[in-house]
């Protein structure tokens, strides 16, 4: 199986060279990805796969049909991009300005569509069905439940999915067992005092005041009221309020992320949060609301999937080509939309390039890809979609 995938994988890396160059230069913004899915169902189409468009808005659906095994492996890809202007000078960059794909989703969706053209390809059709999901707005952290909306995870059993990493060098895979990303909610809170005079304080209730004593309040309660072994980051990341240097401020806007990965610290947040601005507004009469929006969930990794596609690593690259992941990110990542229906697994594909000394972070301009990685990812995916199967169905 794994020599088949191999010999499937370079014979299309030059395709997929040109696939994701395409996908490159004509980057679309989250939730207008017209063109790239588009591109993206053709591509599914001459593999010969059954092709659904316009599923969750933008995104595009294909089903390979196997054997009759019982549940589907869905693969997931996304495929928007950042309102970032590109600077790699590459002569494949991107034709729209001020639009990037920065943080690889170009290279997200060539791996799928790598996959469902090595999966089609086999010569022996899979035991079940997998359906491929190319889906739209990951960046707003919107698009995974516009894919669910649509029924997308209707009798899937389990679900694989992949980042680019640029600090793990091109050739190697990054296997993580647990949370991979952290649970990212969205707070608002809004402080309302009372205007006055700038020189007569006694006789208004400062919202501006009482809002820097809620932002160190929330800080400081972190560290005394939270569990340290429990990581949560809390943002406040805009600000404001008043209108006159010499009029004292009767309403402050604070929003923020909220970051979190342990489900029993996530779950207490709003009201923690309540009291202790509940806590700072009170004595001084200003009133407040908190408007705590869960965002997304943490992406847990499942054990049994991990397994599998650590040794599919090992078994096709070598051992020395697993890097195992020690720690969590705190980074969002809609993937863990989908885990909250079945089991998954997300790894990251390295694309750093060895012989630079700097290899520039996602969302930077300058992020660039070592397109070697592409057919690592490929064969990746598609082995460990066999092998999958493969624990499934045997006896
Ligand atoms: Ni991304």
């Given at each position: 199986m794994l020599s088949q995938i191999r010999a499937l994988a370079d014979k299309i890396s030059p395709r997929l060279i040109e696939i994701r160059r395409h996908l490159h230069s004509h980057p679309e913004l989250s939730g207008q990805e017209y063109k790239t899915a588009a591109y993206v169902a053709g591509v599914l189409s001459s593999c010969g796969l059954h092709v659904q468009e316009?599923?969750?808005?933008t995104g595009v659906v294909a089903e390979l049909a196997g054997g009759e095994a019982e549940g589907i492996l869905a693969i997931r890809a996304d495929m928007d991009a950042l309102p970032i202007r590109e600077l790699?000078?590459?002569?494949?960059?991107?034709?729209?300005?001020?639009?990037?794909h920065a943080c690889g989703h170009d290279v997200h969706t060539t791996v799928g569509l790598g996959t469902a053209m090595i999966l089609s390809q086999l010569e022996v059709p899979l035991p079940g069905t997998t359906r491929f999901l190319f889906q739209p707005a990951e960046e707003t952290a919107q698009g995974a439940r516009w894919m669910l909306k649509d029924g997308v995870?209707?009798?899937?059993a389990a679900v694989l999915g992949l980042h680019v990493y640029p600090s793990v060098m091109a050739g190697d895979i990054g296997i993580r067992y647990g949370a991979l990303t952290a649970a990212a909610d969205d707070l608002e809170i809004i402080i309302v005092g009372e205007s006055g005079h700038g020189a007569r304080p006694h006789e208004a209730v400062d919202a501006i005041w009482i809002a820097s004593q809620v932002i160190t309040t929330l800080q400081q309660s972190i560290s005394r009221t939270q569990n340290p072994l429990h990581p949560l980051v809390l943002t406040i990341g805009q600000i404001s309020g008043g209108r006159a240097p010499n009029v004292i401020a009767d309403s402050v806007k604070l929003l923020g992320t909220v970051r979190s990965l342990h489900p029993d610290t996530r779950e207490h947040l709003p009201q923690w949060i309540e009291n202790i601005v509940a806590g700072v507004c009170q004595p001084y009469g200003a009133k407040f609301e908190v408007n705590f929006r869960r965002g997304v969930p943490s992406v847990m990794n499942d054990e049994a999937l991990t397994q599998i596609t650590q040794s599919c690593v090992e078994e096709a690259f070598g051992s020395e080509h697993v890097q195992l992941i020690y720690e969590p990110s705190l980074g969002a990542e809609d993937f863990s939309v989908y885990l909250e229906h079945a089991p998954g697994t997300m790894f990251r594909l390295g694309v750093g390039f060895h012989d630079r000394p700097v290899n520039y972070p996602l969302h930077h301009p300058k992020f660039e890809v070592d397109e070697m990685a592409i057919a690592r990812g490929v064969v990746t995916m598609a082995y460990s979609a066999c092998r999958y199967w493969a624990s499934r169905t045997e006896p």
């Open positions: 316009m599923v969750g808005k790699t000078g590459l002569d494949y960059a991107s034709d729209q300005l001020g639009i990037m995870m209707k009798d899937v």
